[in-house]
């Protein structure tokens, strides 16, 4: 059970396949519209069930629970070894102008 | 209050009236029953003058951003032009602005008229920068923020560049909607202002365009300072057009009628913005020809009644550049200049990199913005999210590139290039989606109002409307 205050994410199916719009890609209009928000849980509940919450901002949306106080899972990935030569080849080319000036 | 129908088709018959009430202007007073409206009476309308929006931004920090000389990819551009050739190459520093980014301009006025009509939030649908900047202002004139991102493919997986918008909007306390891939968000965000009764604070607007005349003419009082002259180009990265459309009109403001108005966008062609599938195998979410041309070419597919961004008035050129060399671009930028900034707003930059080749040394390229940069919206996290979904990313020519296939990190910077996009193509391409569904002739006021849309003459229309019916 998720306690009633807790920090939770919803999700509302804005619009099922059937209903989304004529002009989107086939691959699109065979997926629903989803949306997810976060908010304050107004009552007990349990993963899964439709449930009140209240928004950041205090709005009251209804939605089903699917988490408990998501993490940002977004970082800054594995370096990326191509890219590590390219500070190098531009050095090569503004180097010998940079040495230039100081000289003068 | 007697609650109206809720679903899409309802909610979609009552967006004008929706728009009316969320943006405190009737789009109705600028029409002329035709084709044409009175731009310029629209961008007047509010009655912000450029000094009344510098006034706006220095009360929330937004603005007067440094210009900063970018010498040593000056040197490296010297090293590969023909000789006597590179401009310098200078770029104003937009990620000092409050939440990071020049979208704090386009979203201080919003704030404030907001506030000042009595409005008690604001709404915006957006997966960039621009959440951030609407949420950062809206704090400072004390309204609440609601903010409507597309974000996920139906995996449920998300580009990390836009969870880390999404992240710093609810670090500003905004609430957050997150959706989908499908321009149905449309419907949500409506629904949105229309239960909030908030301000549409869309990108659109004629004060989203007004609070970026600002850059426009301080990079130009800032150039002429630091150098004696206006810059003799200056490179803008497009996507919506508000960037070229506001910055260029500042240009104009400022006097420097004869500086070139290059726009850049990352080349994404044959990927569907709207496709659950093309969705995650782009690596920019934003200064792209996705949306760099539609919106080029049909300006009032925007969220408002009448977009404000009209590029094709403003732009003398406009090129492509490919998504690999943003990415090398902006390593140089960190390890050449010690500014780690971007990626996707060093689109212009790149461009500038290539285009400073073909100008004399004497000369003065201006970039317009940098951005911030940090988990999620950095080379790193974007190029590894891009191998996690497919795509190849190798050494090589970029202009092998197929967007959505691969990411071709250029070999040698002699291979950073600029790619042409055909203006008057484009012109065309915008007359032809004008005159979609008209069923008489365009009058005198509609050829004169097409003639300033396409900055062209009103015989060239009478010309390419031939050409359209032949």
């Known amino acids: ?104 | 209050m007697s609650r109206a129908g809720k679903s899409y088709h309802e909610v979609m018959a009552r967006r004008n009236e929706i728009m009316k009430q969320s943006l405190g202007l009737d789009y109705s007073n600028f029409e002329s029953g035709g084709l044409a409206f009175d731009y310029e009476a629209m961008m007047s309308h509010g009655g912000y003058t450029l000094e009344e929006v510098r006034h706006i931004q220095t009360e929330t920090g937004v603005g007067n951003t440094p210009l900063l000389e970018l010498k040593n990819l000056t040197r490296a551009a010297r090293a590969l032009a023909p000789k006597g050739k590179g401009a310098r190459i200078f770029i104003k520093d937009e990620s000092c602005n409050p939440s990071g980014s020049f979208k704090d301009r386009r979203a201080s006025v919003s704030c404030h008229y907001a506030a000042k009509k009595g409005y008690k939030g604001v709404v915006s649908a957006t997966s960039g920068n621009y959440g951030a900047a609407v949420a950062s202002q809206a704090n400072m004139r004390n309204l609440r923020t609601v903010i409507v991102q597309e974000v996920f493919d139906s995996r449920g997986i998300g580009q990390p560049e836009i969870m880390e918008k999404g992240r710093k909007c609810e670090a500003y306390g905004a609430e957050v909607l997150q959706c989908t891939v499908g321009p149905e968000l449309f419907y949500s965000f409506l629904l949105v202002l229309e239960e909030t009764g908030f301000f549409n604070a869309s990108l659109y607007t004629p004060f989203s365009i007004a609070g970026i005349e600002t850059l426009g003419t301080e990079l130009v009082e800032q150039t002429r300072q630091r150098t004696g002259h206006a810059p003799d180009a200056v490179v803008i990265t497009h996507a919506g057009g508000g960037n070229v459309t506001g910055t260029a009109r500042g240009l104009l403001k400022a006097g420097a009628a004869d500086t070139l108005v290059v726009g850049a966008s990352v080349d994404l062609a044959g990927l569907h913005m709207a496709s659950d599938v093309d969705f995650n195998r782009k690596s920019f979410t934003t200064g792209h020809t996705g949306f760099g041309i539609p919106f080029a070419t049909l300006p009032d597919r925007a969220d408002v009644p009448r977009n404000a961004a009209r590029p094709l008035r403003y732009l003398d050129r406009y090129v492509t550049v490919s998504q690999g060399e943003v990415f090398c671009i902006t390593e140089a930028l960190a390890v050449l200049e010690g500014l780690e900034r971007g990626p996707a707003g060093n689109t212009s930059l790149t461009a500038a990199f290539a285009l400073a080749q073909e100008m004399e040394q004497d000369q003065i390229i201006v970039v317009q913005e940098t951005e911030y940069t940090g988990a999620g919206k950095h080379v790193t996290a974007q190029l590894t999210f891009a191998r996690e979904n497919g795509i190849e990313v190798r050494l090589g020519d970029p202009a092998e590139q197929v967007p959505g296939k691969n990411i071709i990190i250029p070999e040698h910077p002699s291979l950073i290039a600029v790619k042409d996009v055909d203006l008057e193509n484009l012109k065309r391409s915008y007359l032809r989606n004008a005159m979609k569904g008209q069923t008489t002739a365009p009058s005198e006021t509609d050829l004169a109002f097409l003639a300033a849309e396409l900055r062209t003459d009103v015989e060239t229309i009478g010309i390419w409307l031939k050409e359209t019916k032949g």
Do not use: C
Not at chain 1, 22 to 30: L, S
Not at chain 1, 66 to 83: C, K, M, Q, R, S
């Open chain 1, 1 to 104: 059970m998720i306690a009633a205050g807790s920090w939770v994410q919803i999700e509302q199916t804005v619009l099922r396949p059937e209903e989304r719009a004529p002009q989107i890609p086939e691959e699109t209009k065979k997926t629903p519209l989803l949306l997810w928000t976060k908010g304050f849980l107004k009552h007990e509940a349990r993963l899964g069930d439709i449930v009140e919450v209240e928004t950041i901002i205090g709005r009251t949306l209804q939605g089903k629970l699917v988490a408990f106080n998501p993490p940002y899972t977004h970082g800054f990935g594995a370096p990326i070894p191509e890219l590590l030569q390219v500070g190098q080849s531009f050095r090569q080319l503004a180097q010998p102008a940079a040495k230039e000036e100081e000289e003068r």
